[in-house]
Antibody
Framework: EVQLVESGGGLVQPGGSLRLSCAASGFTVSSNYMSWVRQAPGKGLEWVSVIYSGGSTYYADSVKGRFTISRDNSKNTLYLQMNSLRAEDTAVYYC???????????????WGQGTLVTVSS | DIQMTQSPSSLSASVGDRVTITCRASQSISSYLNWYQQKPGKAPKLLIYAASSLQSGVPSRFSGSGSGTDFTLTISSLQPEDFATYYCQQSYSTPRPTFGQGTRLEIK
């Protein structure tokens, strides 16, 4: 069964750091595009970052320079290192496999269950 | 950035109703449009990809159509388990996709 399980969320003070993990089973992280998507409380979905199978990484402007996406192939796990956290980063963070269907065509499936990050003093 | 606008933002309907949700892109995105369903406290679930392709395991009462800037998600006969929030998402501007603001489907 293809599955993603996130961990690492919690309460952190503004300016602090946190690292999220996303353990995959049923497929190989390094052979796929993998994304992080977040959802602030009561709000919609916002794409955060992607890592391609070749290793290229991309970020939303709102997190660029503060967040770093990476993976550990030996652990089949995706990570999101979040530094200089702000109150507006408070959200449930989901990891998702970014299925490539051709140039410009891709979709998120499956998604993990999410992990809550709260940035507050 | 490509803006995605869904309408309506919320909708009340009854079991058995036919429901249509619209998603409009701020520029042409060809058929690079996906639909997700999200229930409270749960992760989103893929329903439709590439505007009209039904994801494996998704009931056939769900369908998608459209291309260019205007897209629709249709549920032919609402079931109790369909009451949820629905999001569209464009991948035309990959690697930076964007989502619509969501449509909340409630029981009348």
């Amino acid at each position: 069964e293809v599955q993603l399980v996130e961990s690492g969320g919690g309460l952190v003070q503004p300016g602090g750091s946190l690292r999220l993990s996303c353990a995959a089973s049923g497929f190989t992280v390094s052979s796929n595009y993998m994304s992080w998507v977040r959802q602030a409380p009561g709000k919609g979905l916002e794409w955060v970052s992607v890592i391609y199978s070749g290793g290229s990484t991309y970020y939303a402007d709102s997190v660029k320079g503060r967040f770093t996406i990476s993976r550990d192939n030996s652990k089949n796990t995706l990570y999101l290192q979040m530094n200089s956290l702000r109150a507006e980063d408070t959200a449930v963070y989901y990891c998702a496999r970014d299925v490539y269907g051709g140039p410009g065509l891709d979709w998120f499936d499956p998604w993990g269950q999410g992990t809550l990050v709260t940035v507050s003093s | 950035d490509i803006q995605m606008t869904q309408s309506p933002s919320s909708l009340s309907a009854s079991v058995g109703d036919r429901v249509t949700i619209t998603c409009r892109a701020s520029q042409s995105i060809s058929s690079y449009l996906n639909w997700y369903q999200q229930k409270p406290g749960k992760a989103p679930k893929l329903l439709i990809y590439a505007a009209s392709s039904l994801q494996s395991g998704v009931p056939s009462r769900f369908s998608g159509s459209g291309s260019g800037t205007d897209f629709t998600l249709t549920i032919s006969s609402l079931q109790p388990e369909d009451f949820a929030t629905y999001y569209c998402q464009q991948s035309y501007s990959t690697p930076r996709p964007t989502f619509g603001q969501g449509t909340r489907l409630e029981i009348k």
